[in-house]
């Protein structure tokens, strides 16, 4: 089902002229309101009148966390507080949260993109939606909580952790389709397992998984154990929550609710433009928010944007699954990895489980890499030698993959942390 097929199937003309009119009103606001940002399109030489349309959208100056930050708590608010009905933040590893702010209206559209995205997913009235995101400052849980309800499908408001009382209310009220970061849900896999609950007795059907970067062989994983479809969602709580793009039942990328976020690709060093089809970072322009409009807020997230036809229909661009953040990339003695290139290896093997974590040291003016992941549970003995043969087996693998060099530590099954919320898979402790 297309939730809103006039403004999900539109031609890219048409869509173009809506966006540009709402650009149009976005950046009168944003410039009357904000005084830092319109310092910044005056040190640019702009008035708001040289934005005619999305075709001038790249010659605004970009915004940052830095920019939210600096404006702290509620300095890039464009409507007086008495019209902000709620606010939310999100935790970065240092320093003050990035608080943002939502009108009524902001409310509705948040719902709307979410239901939008729970269609896509083939998510529909009959179900009933287990919402095992956090809820609370994070976005995750009240977000997808009010896209399950406008939706009419029925909610359960379980939140993250808690993991015994997931499986029971799993088991004892049907629940159709899973919400959560795609990490805890190998977890509750595993606590499934654990319990000897049969995957009979559960009509998981649909997931809907986001929050943290994942790789195909990750979906791959959880598709098997847990017997449903592994749609994956996106978004930023700077941008509104999840919601901002999600996948449709085809899972080829991820439809962007244009209408209201105008996605682009940058080089993160040129901060130029890069050519249609090519990785970069993700850039959002919010057209309709009230509480917090954002012009070319750059996400440090890593993908690229799809504009084929899309099988199920909607003429929405697609962005690819993120592969990871700029900010994740380790340079490891002038090679860039991803966390998620290792994960990748790691899930072809059958030996080792999706629990890995990397640690960061320099020693001396050398970056080395060492890499914790868990062996699973029948490869695990107590045999020396197995273990020995493994450990280099995984060396070498990542070694012609991605050609590093990585010292492996094989740990025992259930030894790395498990959290109910975005996994942590880097320690880096070169103080750089
Ligand atoms: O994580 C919102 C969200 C909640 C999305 C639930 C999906 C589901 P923040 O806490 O502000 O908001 O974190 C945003 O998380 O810039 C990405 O780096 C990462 N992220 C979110 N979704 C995905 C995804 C929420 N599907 C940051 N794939 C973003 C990869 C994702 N990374």
Redesign the pocket.
Known sequence: MIWNEKMECMGREEMKAVQSERLRETVQRIYHNIPSYRKKMQDAGLVPSDIRSVDDLHKLPFTTKIDLRDNYPFGMFTVPMSEIVRVHA?SGTTGKPTVVGYTRKDLATWAEVVTRSLCMAGVHRDDMVQVA?GYGL???GL??HYGCENLGATVIPISGGNTQKQLQLMEDFGTTVLACTPSYSLFLAEAIEEAGIKKENLKLRVGIF?????TENMRKEIENKLGLKAI???????IM??GVSCECEYQCGMHVHEDHFIPEIIDPETLQPVAPGEIGELVFTTITKEGIPLLRYR???LTRLIYDKCECGRTLVRME??KG?SDDMLIIRGVNVFPSQIESVLLEMSETAPHYLLIVEREGNLDTLKLMVEVQEQFFSDEVKQLEALRKKITHKIQSTLGISVDVKLVEPKTIERTAGKAKRVIDNRKL
């Open positions: 999100s995101y994070f976005t995750g977000g997808l986001g929050a943290e970067p994942w994956d969602i996106y978004g930023l709580s700077e929550g999840p996400t440090r997230d699954k993120c953040r």
